[in-house]
């Protein structure tokens, strides 16, 4: 069961809100403090990679990022409704770089989050995509 | 947090000293500053990142960016950073193997191509 | 618009997570330093009350919280599940509370945020209460 | 962060020395110190708020359960507090005129019923 659910425009600014609530929420949720960093980083590629595909094809619907802990688990999921990008790999992606102005090189966050993260899910379907990431609880939660 | 960009020369070096958060919000401010200094002739440029306090893959993309643009005028884009958290992100993502990776700026000024 | 919009189980743990975010999406959003303590204030406050109300009838549902800039107003509403308490001034609540042992005295939270909060507007039907509360923005959003 | 609490004895009185936040989730902490105190036959309690850096309404509520429960032996709850912005929320639910609020812990103690 989700326990906390930000929905929020898909504009850079609320990137900072969302990996923000991530260590707190996480914190509370009982999150080892060296897994915070790494979580609120995680949680802010999800973010920023949600936000960059859906300005990408201009869809203005709301980013919808739940956190839940259950079972000694402190699950997150962000999703959104843009069109998944195409999967590319770390070297690809190094070099489509070369071009960029204007535009920012949205792959790169899947591959953070991929290295930062062990237990991952990303699923796609026509709607969009949701990246669910879970990391182990090491004492019990005092929120429920 | 916000970002905050210094640039300093050192002989052919620029120096730009990066402060705070590169995240998506910010990106778009170091990337005009890594294209103004490259158009106005600046090649061989160091990073310095030790004061930065979070970076995330936008970042990167502006630093992989910066240094596609100074290797089409023949330079150099070198980082310092001593922070594990930060080169633990080049070196999940292979940047590592990209970017010249130095522990001070002396270092970095002084090492050659 | 609403541009961030939270959603959390009923329990006292959040209020301190809705409580940040209002201080720093206010913030983002162009309030005032003058007026941050306030509306973070003002926002624990309808949170608490919302969670207390629900927990006094055993509502499990969310509590749904949103935070809009719109010209030049910085606008919260607080939306509770529960049933809305009794109208009740400050001395009877005053008195009130000599009994109380367990339970707190949620009227309390409204008066705190009727004495803080100029532009308010409290709404309660069959289903619950919609607090909404609004501050004036002196410089124009840097989000939208 | 959270609420800190500690007590020590002055002649009579009990000064309890709150620290932190006091709201709807650390309430229920200092309701029970307040319980225990009275309990003990502590009756003349002097509440030092001077590190609280956060009051909602259920902090006030506790405190009045406070007042209202040392009244019931003829006791007193005297608050310590200089800080403004936890002054107006005394101000705005017109606590004011419920809780004698002194300047310092000195001056609560030596005040007489
Ligand atoms: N959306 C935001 N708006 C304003 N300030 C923020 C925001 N997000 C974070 N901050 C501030 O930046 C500081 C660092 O936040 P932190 O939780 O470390 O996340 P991060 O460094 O990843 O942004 C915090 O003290 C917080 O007050
Ligand atoms: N839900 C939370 N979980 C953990 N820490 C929190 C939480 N809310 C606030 N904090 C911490 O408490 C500090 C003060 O928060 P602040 O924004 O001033 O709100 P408040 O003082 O009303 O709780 C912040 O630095 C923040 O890190």
Redesign the pocket.
């Known amino acids: 069961m989700p326990t906390v659910e930000l929905r929020f425009s898909a504009v850079p600014a609320h990137v900072r809100t969302a990996r923000l609530i991530a260590s ?2 996480g ?2 949720s009982g999150l080892d403090e060296s897994l915070v960093d790494e979580v609120r980083l995680a949680v802010g590629e999800a973010c920023a990679r949600a936000v960059g595909v859906q300005q990408a094809h201009g869809v203005t619907e709301e980013v919808v990022v739940t956190f839940a802990d259950d079972e000694g688990t402190f699950a997150v999921t962000v999703a959104d409704h843009g069109q998944a990008e195409a999967e590319a790999d770390l070297a690809d992606l190094i070099d489509a770089a070369a071009g960029l102005d204007g535009t920012l090189p949205i792959g790169f966050g899947l591959a953070v989050i991929a290295g930062l993260v062990d237990d991952l899910e990303v699923t796609s379907n026509g709607d969009g995509t949701v990246v669910r990431m879970c990391w182990p609880l090491l004492v019990p939660s005092s929120s429920s | 947090m916000d970002l905050s960009l210094e640039t300093r020369t050192e002989g052919d070096r620029t120096i730009v000293v990066v402060g705070g958060e590169i995240d998506v919000y910010t990106a778009p401010k170091l990337r005009e500053q890594l294209i103004d200094l490259v158009s106005s002739g600046a090649y061989h440029l160091v990073v310095d990142m030790e004061n930065v306090d979070f970076l995330d893959s936008t970042g990167l993309g502006v630093l992989v960016g910066g240094l596609k643009r100074v290797r089409a005028h023949e330079g150099s884009l070198r980082l310092v950073c001593t922070q594990e958290r930060i080169l633990k992100i080049f070196r999940i993502t292979g940047l590592t193997k990209v970017f010249p990776i130095h522990a001070s700026v002396d270092e970095a000024v002084a090492a050659t191509e």
Chains 1, 3 share one sequence.
Request: charged share 50%; net charge positive.
């Open positions: 707190t929420v914190r509370r």
